[in-house]
């Protein structure tokens, strides 16, 4: 096995951290269509059923903190359309996360790389991110700015 395929291998009996095989692309096609596995698995990784250890949970919160922001970003689209400069940094954002989903092969190395992007990711949600309050609602968030 050569060094990029072990790097992208993962650590399949050792800790568990490797993404499932079928996600691993071996040809062309299988690019395009792997390639939203890869990306959700990059971006949200570990999912519940892939938690092995305690250490994984930790992962796993940070997971669900990156899809709540996925979720405000969502949310926030028009926003981010109508305004170039959050339209370029959404775009340079996706590029970015889909390039290393393709070389990350385990949610340990996931979770280091992402947290490059969580600056992007918060800037783009930072409209909505007032809605963390409890008993906030997007109107008050709105009045609030």
């Not at 568990?16 to 990784?45: C, M, N, Q």
């Not at 930790?58 to 359309?81: K, P, Q, S």
């Not at 393709?102 to 007032?130: E, M, Q, S």
């Amino acid at each position: 096995m050569n060094i990029v395929e072990r790097r992208t291998h993962g650590s399949d009996g050792e800790i568990g951290a490797s993404f499932p095989e079928w996600t691993k692309i071996s040809t062309v096609p299988e690019l395009l269509v792997k390639l939203p596995a890869r990306v959700a698995y990059f971006v949200y990784a570990p999912f519940p059923w892939d938690v092995n250890k305690p250490a994984h949970l930790i992962g796993l919160l940070d997971g669900i903190l990156y899809l709540l922001l996925t979720v405000f970003i969502w949310r926030n689209r028009a926003m981010i359309w109508a305004d170039p400069a959050a339209r370029a940094i959404l775009f340079i954002l996706v590029a970015y996360i889909v390039v290393f989903s393709f070389g990350v092969g385990n949610f340990g190395a996931g979770i280091r790389h992402r947290a490059k992007f969580v600056a992007g990711f918060i800037i783009l949600a930072a409209p909505l991110l007032p809605m963390l309050r409890f008993g906030s609602s997007l109107k008050t968030a709105k009045k609030k700015l």
